[in-house]
């Protein structure tokens, strides 16, 4: 039995989600089902963050063991020969050491978050980025962004379905730029509360928007209510972008 790691983009959009359910396609099924037509196992694909419903992915981590002899190689060949009908390819694969797990082995993870910020409508980002015509100021998005850094309770932009033992989180870092007609979020940290950094985006486009000030959101995210922070920004604008490991 080997096991090994994959690195997995997919288009979220033809997903319910990474983890496998009953309501829909899911990137954990089509995987386990890609394997099973390689080797004629059965396996369970464990990926290093269960990303939602039209959430994409650059570098999801996933690790599955297979008991064929066989290598990387073919691995990662054979697994895209049975993806072809779906938006899911795996970029890489190796061999790992039998206590390696995608999830718990991981010690930070990644995420960027896209607003198309113009006023003509999406056609080829369509279900990609968010569309926003208002004028945003991402500088000032950056700078009350700012305040999240470090450990916080972050009830204020946690899901009411949010499974997670606590709200207390680390955010290690977070950054909001302006590149010509978008504007990137990008935040890193050890894990992440559910739809954590959907609400913070959903809030800061007040900020931006000249709605809200940096001290209104620091209010925000100080009164660990979710009633007192902004929407939940759209799925499709989230890529979860890497993993980082011991």
């Not at 995987?31 to 994409?56: M, N, P, Q, W, Y």
């Not at 009164?223 to 799925?235: F, I, Y």
């Amino acid at each position: 039995m080997t096991r090994y790691k994959l690195v997995v983009e997919y288009h979220g959009g033809d997903f319910v989600g990474w983890q496998r359910q009953d309501n829909g396609p899911s990137v954990q099924a089509e995987i386990e089902r890609a394997v099973k037509l390689f080797c004629g196992e059965t396996v369970t694909a464990s990926a290093s963050g269960r990303t939602d419903a039209g959430v994409h992915a650059f570098g999801q981590v996933v690790t599955l063991d297979i008991a064929k002899d066989t290598d990387a190689n073919t691995v990662c060949k054979a697994i895209n020969a049975h993806l072809k009908e779906v938006r899911v390819a795996v970029l890489s694969a190796e061999a790992v050491d039998a206590d390696f797990h995608a999830r718990f082995s991981a010690v930070g993870r990644s995420y960027l978050y896209r607003i198309v910020n113009r006023r003509a409508p999406l056609a080829l980002d369509l279900g990609r980025a968010w569309f926003v015509p208002v004028p945003l100021d991402a500088d000032a998005m950056n700078e009350a962004a700012q305040c999240l850094v470090g450990h916080h309770d972050f009830s204020s932009f946690r899901a009411s379905q949010c499974q997670a033992n606590s709200p207390m989180k680390t955010l290690d870092e977070i950054a909001v730029a302006r590149d010509g007609e978008e504007i990137h979020l990008r935040v890193a940290a050890r894990s992440f509360l559910h739809h954590q950094v959907r609400n913070i985006v959903g809030t800061l486009k007040l900020v931006g928007e000249g709605k809200w000030s940096a001290e209104e959101f620091k209010a925000a995210l100080e009164a660990c209510d979710r009633s007192a922070a902004g929407p939940t920004a759209p799925a499709h604008g989230l890529y979860f972008v890497g993993v980082a490991f011991e």
